[in-house]
Nanobody
Framework: QVRLVETGGGLVQYGGSLILSCVAS????????MGWFRQAPGEEREIVAA????????YYPDSMKGRFTISRDNAKNTVYLQMNSLKPEDTAVYSC?????????????????WGQGTQVTVSS
């Protein structure tokens, strides 16, 4: 069992930056692919970024490329999401997820373990 806890959300102005962290408070993320997802009110959950078990391979949707960076430190049992040039449309609850596979997936259904999420609000 892996228990994930996200931190780092908050209120930021347009164009600002935030760093989200996701730590496994129980279990380990070693050997697991990880993903960051977000969900805005009334919207479906969408992938923000994903990373393979060793960090060698990452994925970003086109709308996040160049603005978001995912990274991981397996020794610290932590995955990070650096978000730059934030826009009001980035406002959502951001959640991290772990998948029992070494390769990431874009599909939320492929991930077995989820954190509770952290709210990110970008003001215009």
């Amino acid at each position: 069992q892996v228990r994930l806890v996200e931190t780092g959300g908050g209120l930021v102005q347009y164009g600002g930056s935030l760093i989200l962290s996701c730590v496994a408070s129980e279990g380990t993320i070693s050997g697991l692919a990880m993903g960051w997802f977000r969900q805005a009110p009334g919207e479906e959950r969408e992938i923000v970024a994903a990373i393979s078990w060793n960090g060698a391979d990452t994925y970003y949707p086109d709308s996040m490329k160049g603005r978001f960076t995912i990274s991981r430190d397996n020794a610290k049992n932590t995955v990070y999401l650096q978000m730059n040039s934030l826009k009001p449309e980035d406002t959502a609850v951001y959640s991290c997820a772990a998948r029992s596979h070494i390769i990431w997936s874009r599909l939320p259904s492929a991930y077995e373990h989820w954190g509770q999420g952290t709210q990110v609000t970008v003001s215009s």
